[in-house]
């Protein structure tokens, strides 16, 4: 019983983040063309755990190229879905998997194609989610999902309407940069955090910049003066903009040569499922800092370099050479080593005492994405500070 109820409560916890979150849920996934599933395409629905449960509805449609995708719904908490991928079947056999919240199916079709009996896993102990194809007329309703926020106009060039920077607090050992529809929230931020971020660098590539700003933190709460949710871009202008305004950051670029990880795909080819969110929307991606566990919604090479630079520990500068144009949605979990965490940073995971644990990131890289770094010498973009001062009062 208390198995059913851990599980039942984190996909309530699950759902109100998609409702707060909403483009990061965006559309069903695509699933694996190989793995065609026949007689599959309705509405199945039903209860999760013994007896009146949490009533699940799963929606699997047919996409264009055969291949099948989910949505999932816990219809007595909210209409937002949950998109699924990797839906396949094995003789009577049915899994999806529900990257999103760490969630997989396993089912036994029965042999009219009118239930499948299965067990629901995630982050516990498996329970039972029975399903019945829904008939015309009896299917459950599902909410109204909230309302996706309204996107900011592409030609926009915003600016922080209201910024407030405090010095971050050394007994909060949170670290984050969370970028919410109309706000922005830094905790324990250095200006150094702040430049890798708008800019898309590596501490390497900052050159001549004062100890104080790898140090120092700031916490940051700030709204823009545009109405409407920001692009990834338009975000990364904004802090640029608050770097020169209340910081008094100037630098100049230039090239050198350096140590660096080339990111290419490896020989077999990328593992990558390419979204059907909405292409101008917010990137979603979830850290668990325990250890390097990343879930990935709606994400371009850019955005994933940009985070592992900023949140994976890594040594050197990334480059690019993937060749990837669209935007994905993947799952990568490895088990980071003494180099890529000091035991100072605030939040950095404890290791594992798992009697199996993840692979190191480069190994992670190409078996789970089908990806590899590389470590050469390439010229890349440095920037050289010229001048950087503390914050201006609030």
């Keep these: ?45 039903g209860s999760l755990g013994p007896g009146q449960g949490a009533r699940v509805v799963i929606q699997i449609t047919e996409g264009t190229r055969g291949e099948y995708r989910a949505l999932f719904y816990n219809i007595d908490r909210s209409g937002d879905a949950v998109p699924g991928r990797a839906i396949s079947q094995d ?11 760490d969630g997989t199916y396993t089912g036994h079709l029965a042999p009219d194609g009118k239930s499948i009996t299965g ?19 009896g299917e459950w309703v599902i909410p109204t999902a909230a309302v996706k926020p309204k996107a900011m106009d592409p030609n926009a060039d915003p600016a922080f309407e209201v910024a407030t920077i405090k010095s971050g607090n050394p007994e909060d050992h949170r670290k984050f940069f969370r970028l919410r529809p109309d706000l922005l929230e830094g905790v324990n931020e250095t200006v150094a ?29 700030a709204k823009p003066d545009t109405e409407g949710m920001p692009s990834i871009g338009q975000w990364k202008t904004m802090v640029q903009k608050l770097l020169t305004d209340r910081f008094k950051l100037s630098f100049q670029r230039n090239q050198r040569e350096l140590a660096v990880y080339v990111l290419s795909v490896d020989s077999a080819g990328a593992k990558l499922a390419e979204s059907q969110g909405d292409p101008k929307g917010l990137p979603g991606i979830g850290f668990q800092r325990r250890m390097g566990d990343l879930s990935a919604f709606d994400v371009g090479m850019a955005d994933f370099i ?10 050197r500068p990334i480059v690019d050479r993937t060749g990837l144009t669209g935007r994905y949605d993947f799952k990568l979990h490895w088990t980071p080593d003494d180099a890529q965490w000091s035991s100072a940073a605030p939040g950095a995971p404890r290791p594992s005492d798992d009697a199996n644990p993840a692979p190191p990131l480069y190994t992670a890289l190409q078996e789970q994405l089908g990806l590899k770094f590389s470590a050469v010498k390439a010229p890349v973009e440095i920037f050289v500070v010229d001048h950087v001062e503390r914050p201006s009062e609030n």
Excluded: C
């Design 1 to 45: 019983m208390a198995g059913w109820r851990r599980a039942l409560r984190t996909i309530l916890s699950l759902t109100i983040l998609a409702s707060i979150f909403p483009w990061l849920a965006g559309t069903a996934q695509n699933g694996d063309a190989k793995q065609k599933t026949q007689d599959l395409a309705a509405t199945w629905q």
């Design 91 to 101: 003789g009577s056999t049915v899994k999806m998997t529900f990257t999103m919240v």
């Design 306 to 315: 940009n985070f592992m630079t900023r949140n994976a520990g890594l040594d």
């Design 193 to 221: 955090d702040m430049i890798t971020f708008s800019y898309g660098v590596h501490r390497k590539q900052i050159v001549d910049a004062p100890a104080w700003t790898e140090s120092e933190t700031f916490d940051i709460s």
């Design 119 to 137: 067990m629901w896993s995630q982050n516990s102990a498996p329970v039972p989610l029975n399903l019945t194809r829904a008939v015309a007329g």
